[in-house]
């Protein structure tokens, strides 16, 4: 079966329309202010509320979240399971090779001579170093696009980008990101994603009988 970048866009256009507005707000807002005046805005804008969700928010970006959805795919059908938990894998190896090349220094340390002047959450353990990108941004809307591509309703496509939004924002109020580590996370995550699902599901394999079931109809059957 042969796929297309073209079909894989075709099958999420209403996140990737969406997606691609957010990125041109972003980068205008990239080109008309500093770092410094980005982080220091965001980081301003904060309450006990806040405080209180932003960390669940955040975790919704890990590691665990990866692993118990594609666990959930896993139950009904192999290929969905395959794409997402492909997809998660592969772009958390590209994130995780560019935050060593760069190497590049987290808020904590960039501004460690006006630390006084940041808001941080109580109890939060804030890393120093692998700034750029956010990994938890880059699995957020890696992970949005594949449910998008694989539900037939496109409409998901908004609530799941919805989502990635917040978990990429997260990154920012919890003082662990800066503004272009999320803005090149959610890069990575939707075009390494797209060339990845082009890839692999037009192998011919992945659309067999064996591969669109799951877990749940291969116990039933023995």
Known sequence: MKIGIKDVLQRIWPFF???????SICLTIKMLYTREVIYFAVNGWNSPWADYIEPYITDLGDGITAITLSLIMLLFSYRKFLLLASSYAITAIVAQILKFIFDAPRPKVYFQDQWDKVHTVKGLYILSTHSFPSGHTVSAFSAALVIT?????????????????LIGYSRMYLTQHFFEDVMAGSVIGVMVTV??????????????PGWTRGLLQTIRKK
């Open 195 to 208: 060339f990845w699902l082009t890839w692999l599901d037009g192998r011919q394999f992945i659309h067999t």
């Open 17 to 23: 329309i969406l997606y691609l507005l957010l990125l």
């Open 149 to 165: 591509y694989l539900c037939k309703n496109k409409g998901w496509g908004i609530p799941a980008l919805l989502i990635a939004i």
